[in-house]
């Protein structure tokens, strides 16, 4: 079973030009395998829960959607 655990430490280190080269390979869709594009994928997810500001335009990628827990 593949994990994708990402420390604070990499998500801090992330710029905005490395945000946006995750986003459009993740709009691209080209991966070599599914592994690929689900590790973006969840380092995406990861920065929008930690650093929330720098996914806005690209939120739409991780089709989020609230729930109701009541």
Do not use: G
């Not at 430490?9 to 691209?28: F, G, N, V, Y």
């Not at 990861?46 to 720098?54: D, I």
């Amino acid at each position: 079973m593949q994990t994708f655990d990402f420390s604070q430490k990499d998500i801090l280190a992330l710029t905005a030009e490395d945000i946006a080269k995750l986003a459009s390979r993740l709009e691209a869709d080209d991966y070599d395998s599914a592994f690929d594009s689900l590790r973006d994928w969840h380092l995406l997810r990861a920065l929008a829960f930690q650093r929330p500001e720098t996914v806005e335009p690209y939120i739409y990628l991780l089709d989020l959607e609230a729930y109701d827990e009541a």
